[in-house]
C-alpha cells in the first residue's frame, strides 16, 4: 500500500485559515489502513478544525466525506454535486487522490491533509516500512524476494557494500542490510548459486529517473 | 456508602475503557464540556487485557490535539482506580472538578455564546 503520515495540525491550519467552507475528504484505501487519512481520522481532524476556528471566533463550515477511493473517477464524481459548496477541500489521500481530486475540480483548491511517504507493508500495528520503490523492472526473482532497490541505500545489485557490519546498514545499526537478508534467504533455500551470478546493469529508464510514467493497455481499454 | 461528588459531572458508562475513542473526547469538548476524564481499572487489572492502556493513549493523542486547537489538553485526563475504591472515586472528582473550575470554561462556549454544535 501506500503509506503516508498526517501533517502537524498547525500546518493544516495554516494551509485552511483563509477559507470559510472546508470539506475534509478522507479515502477508504491505502490511507485508511496506515491511519493516516481514513474515515476515522477524518472526523478526529475535522473535529480538532471545527474547535480551532470556533475558538477563534471564526465561523468556518467543515464537512466531512470519505470517498472509496481518490484515484479513480467514479468515486470522485460522488461529490460532483455538492463540490460548489466549498471554498476549498482538504485531502487525506495519498498525494496521487489529492492531484486526480484537483484535476477533476479545476477551479476549487485541493490541499494535502497528509504527508505521502513510499509503498510499504504494516510490519506491526503502528509500524510501516519501504518495500518497493516501483522501479519498473521488477528483480525480485533474482534476490530472493527481498527488493535490494527499495532496502538498500545504495540500491546495489550485486552484494552488499564494504559498509555493512554484524548484517545491519551502515546509514542506521537498525537497518537490516538488504544483501544480508537476500544471502541468508537464499541460503535457507538452497539456491545460494544464485548469487554469484552477475546482475546485468539495470535500465533505469522506466524508474522515475526517467520521468513520469504511464502504461497503456489496449486489451483493457474501452 | 452514600458518598458525594459534584453534581457537575455526568457519568457516561462504557463496557471497557478500551471502547473510548479519541473522537468521543473530541466530541464532548465541541459540544462544549469543560472537562472530561476516564476512569478506567487499574493498569495490569484490564480484563480485556490492555483496554486501559489503550485508553490512556487516546487520552494522550486528544490532550495534543486539544492543546494544538487551544482548548487546553489539561481538560482531558485518564484516570486509573479499581471498582472497590468508592472514596477514592468521589476525591479524584472533586479534584478534577476543581481543577478544571480554576481553568474556566471552555473558551469555545464563550466564542460561540452558548451555541455549540449538535
Redesign the interface.
Known sequence: MIVAEQKP??EIIEMLKDFDRILVAGCNECVTVCEAGGK?EV??LA??????F????KKVRIDEVTLERQCDHEYLEEIRSNIDQYDAVLSLACGVGVQFMAEKYFSTPVLPGVNTCFMGVTEERGVWSERCQGCGQCILGMTAGICPISRCAKRLLNGPCGGATKGKSEINKDLDCAWQLIVDRLKEMGKLDTYETLMPIKDWSTERAGGPRKIIREDVRL | MRLHYPDAIRVIRVPCTGKV???HL??V??KGADGAYVVGCLEGDCRFENGNLRARKRVEQAQR??D????GGERVQMVNLSSGEGPRFARVAVEITEKIREMGPN??KK??GGKM?A
Open positions: 495540525i498547525e476515522k472526523g478526529i473535529s480538532a478544525l471545527r474547535m480551532y470556533g475558538n477563534q471566533g | 475513542d479519541v473522537l473530541l466530541r469538548f465541541e490535539i486539544l494544538a486547537v487551544g482548548i473558551p469555545l466564542k460561540t454544535a
